[in-house]
């Protein structure tokens, strides 16, 4: 039986992990946090439960992606998802305008939505959503085809940039503004930004997004029993400090604990940029590492939790995003009130965030959580007052609603994720350097191969797939596609 050790229990090491283990192998996931689950690990405060990392996504609906995906794992029962509203999947605020539009789930009640909204638009909006639909049918994953040896080329159009894409077709900039609500909260920029990545995201967005019921944790806790179930194990508190190198291979990987472990093969889930500091200096040339070192990143984000009074805040079924009028800080907005079991009218909690530079936070870059200063404190305090005068433009007293809330900044999601610079999505994918942001699911060092957000896209789509590509770089091209698509 093959060994397979991955180092990082994100999204990317338990999906890679529960597909390995499904095909008959020996995995075993070492996770640094004491919780595993990367993006999808939860955490309470106060008894209360918050997401980390994961509060809207898509690929759900039946027969799409991850409803296959996850139903061939054998997971889906183990899941409680709730669908946005059929009305209103996405809410968007364009402070600009005072105007709220609520996009529909379903891509004629999208095109038709909109067209209402902008008449003059309506030929340039349907040309423009087809287009979207039509570049993401170039990836044959995403629609879990098989796909041929030798990829075919993409056209310009899905390697170019969102705005030049998007200038072909749509004249009003207040409509281009409103069709790019996700681009800052998601990581990209329409100038620069691969249209590609939009056009599967917003195809993700307009099929319709869902939430987790009780939070994202039990994602990541049925992943594990698909992985011990094999005979597997899933490990927490096991911090990779060394990835040995002999004869350019792995020879094993060593704890913070003092253990060391033995695989045949070795996958990698952590940012490139730990990969770089743990593994032995010889692995990779210094071309490499530079190349790996100067890819810069997505944004990172401040976030605000926060609990209701009882009966205080209405619950939302509905991601929220607004986008302020205002040259200051927080310029964007998103927020969510995550459904719990059983929800009633009112929410009982609420995570705003709003994207932010790790340059705000880089006085206290070497300081480590619980050691960052008063002036720390005082500066986190200051932002989230800036949030909630923000939120009180939406709802007056918003801040009576509020029983406690509490702030986390880029430092919190660096030393949590280990991301560099507290990135929310890892690598940022320019369409006038493609090929700098580029990674293989192999590497040049023969049993290490990688998978996770940086390798192609993030959130739960893009990391659950390209896990995919992942373990068929190990099992055989198409072979787990295939029988994705035969299970029932
Ligand atoms: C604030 C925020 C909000 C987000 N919201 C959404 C959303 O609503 N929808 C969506 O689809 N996506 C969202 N994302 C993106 C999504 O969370 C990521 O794309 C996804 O989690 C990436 O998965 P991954 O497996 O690549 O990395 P991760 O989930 O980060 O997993 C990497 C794991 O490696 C571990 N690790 C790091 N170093 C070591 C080491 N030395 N040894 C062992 N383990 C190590 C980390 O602890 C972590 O568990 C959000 C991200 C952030 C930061």
């Known amino acids: 039986m093959k060994t397979y050790v991955i180092i990082g229990g994100g999204i990317g090491g338990l999906v890679t992990g529960a597909l390995l283990a499904k095909e008959g192998y020996q995995v075993t996931i070492l996770e640094k946090n004491a919780i595993v689950g990367g993006g999808l690990q939860t955490f309470e405060q106060h008894g209360v439960s918050f997401p980390t990392g994961m509060h809207i996504f898509g690929g ?16 889906l029962d183990r899941i409680m998802l709730c669908a946005t509203d059929e009305d209103a999947s996405d809410v968007v605020t364009m402070m600009s305008e005072g105007k709220t539009y609520r996009l529909p789930r379903g891509k004629d009640c999208f095109i038709a939505y909109l067209s209402e ?41 899905f390697l170019g940039s969102v705005s030049r894409l998007m200038d072909r ?8 503004d409103l069709l790019t609500y996700l ?35 039990q994602l990541a806790d049925a992943l594990s029993w698909v992985i011990e179930k094999a005979g597997g194990r899933v490990l927490a508190n096991k911090e990779v400090m060394r990835m040995a190198i002999e004869n350019h291979q792995i020879t094993g990987v060593y704890t913070y604990d003092g253990q060391c472990y033995h695989s045949d093969s070795y996958i990698s889930d952590v940012h490139p940029d730990v990969l770089l500091r743990i593994i032995d200096p010889q692995a990779f040339t210094n071309a490499f590492k530079t190349r790996i070192q100067s890819i810069p990143e997505t944004l990172s984000c401040f976030k605000v939790f926060i ?5 205080a805040f209405s619950y939302q079924n509905h991601s929220r995003f607004c986008l302020s009028d205002s040259k200051d800080w927080p310029q964007r907005l998103m927020f969510v009130t995550p459904p719990v079991a059983n929800q009633g ?4 909690t609420m995570v705003i965030l709003s994207p932010m530079e790790f340059g705000e936070v880089k006085p206290w870059e070497n300081t480590t959580k619980g050691h960052r200063g008063d002036d720390y404190l005082q500066w986190k305090l200051t932002m989230k007052n800036k949030v909630f005068h923000s939120m009180e433009r939406l709802y007056p007293k918003f801040r009576d609603t509020i029983e406690f809330a509490f702030a986390a900044s880029p430092l919190t999601i660096r030393d949590y994720y280990g991301n560099k610079e507290g990135s929310n999505y890892g690598f940022r994918k320019d369409c006038n350097n493609l090929m700098l942001s580029q990674m293989s699911v192999a590497t040049k060092v023969k049993n290490l191969f990688l998978t996770g957000q940086n390798v192609n896209i993030h959130g ?3 990391v659950s797939l390209t896990a995919i590509e992942t373990a068929e770089a190990l099992v055989g091209r198409n072979r787990i596609v295939q029988k994705i698509n035969e299970s029932r």
């Open 60 to 75: 759900f609906n039946k027969g799409e992606n991850l409803y296959k995906l996850f139903s061939y794992l054998g997971v």
């Open 117 to 157: 909204c902008f008449p003059a638009e309506k030929a340039n909006i349907e040309a423009y959503i087809n287009k979207l639909f039509e570049l993401s049918e170039e990836e044959d994953l995403f629609y879990l085809r098989e796909s041929p040896e030798h990829q075919l080329s993409h056209s310009e159009d």
């Open 169 to 176: 077709y749509i004249t009003d900039p207040k409509l281009k």
């Open 183 to 217: 681009s800052p909260l998601f990581g990209s920029d329409p100038q620069t930004t691969p249209a590609y990545i939009h056009a599967l995201l917003s195809t993700l967005h307009i099929n319709g997004t869902f939430q987790f019921v009780n939070g994202s944790q």
């Open 307 to 311: 609990k209701f009074k009882d009966k």
């Open 345 to 348: 009218e009112y929410a009982e």
């Open 460 to 462: 739960l789509c893009g």
